[in-house]
């Protein structure tokens, strides 16, 4: 039979320690078993629990990701580190050579438009991006459910109607860019497939709110989609 009983627990970290931290210890039958530490407690307690700050990351029990990031978030980091390295030799060649390449320019500016739009799926995967959430506080159980639907609804429609837009606007650009010769109608196509993935995202998003129940639009781990 398994009995719970009190016990003391020491836990240091660096040269902060803890002492006298009243935690339960578990005996099985009459042998008893050592004190836990805390952290070895928690994972006891709460072995699959994520990280708040991180929505959507699953870790291990020694607080590590597992496996890569999700592709999204993969395409953002690659965009990411070529504007970098783009922004870098313009920068090189500027001010160290005093010889700019005309294309860099350009073509980070391309590569930030690109960067903001792919991240803005990821945000919308967990539920990261900005929201007002004043009006919730005053309102009733039902009411802000209710609205938390509605801006749900708003938010699909919004990047549905984006995205159409944004597939028009491709097809109808027929300009190169000015540096190289790469229609624009790339970096608009790009943009639309981002508009569409939000869409998809959002959709998936309103769908676990309606299934728990939110009450708000503010950041939460089960809006988020695992990576």
């Given amino acids: 039979m398994v009995q719970m ?105 391309y590569l930030l438009v690109a960067v903001t739009f792919a991240g803005s799926a990821v945000a919308v995967r967990r539920n990261t991006h900005i929201s007002v959430e004043f009006f919730y506080r005053y309102l009733p159980l039902s009411g802000a459910r209710g609205m938390a639907r509605f801006v749900d609804l708003l938010r699909i429609g919004l990047l549905a109607v984006m995205t159409g837009l944004c597939i028009q606007l491709a097809g109808n650009t027929r300009q190169m860019m000015t540096s190289i010769d790469v229609p624009k109608a790339w970096l608009y196509g790009f943009i639309a497939a981002c508009f569409g993935l939000m869409t998809i995202y959002s959709v998936i998003v309103a769908w676990r709110h309606h299934k728990t129940g939110k009450a708000d639009v503010a950041p939460d781990i089960p809006a988020g989609l695992d990576e």
């Fill in 5 to 109: 009983q009190l016990g003391i627990a020491k836990h240091s970290i660096g040269s902060r320690r803890w002492t006298d931290k009243v935690v339960p210890a578990a005996t099985l039958g009459s042998r008893p078993c050592l004190f836990l530490t805390i952290p070895q407690i928690k994972r006891l307690i709460r072995p699959k629990d994520k990280v708040m700050s991180e929505p959507g990351s699953i870790l291990n029990t020694d607080g590590q990701k597992k496996g890569f990031p999700a592709f999204d978030v993969a395409v953002v980091i690659i965009l990411f580190w070529l504007l970098a390295l783009v922004v870098f030799v313009q920068f090189f060649t500027r001010y160290v050579l005093n010889d700019s390449i005309g294309w860099t320019e350009e073509i980070a500016r």
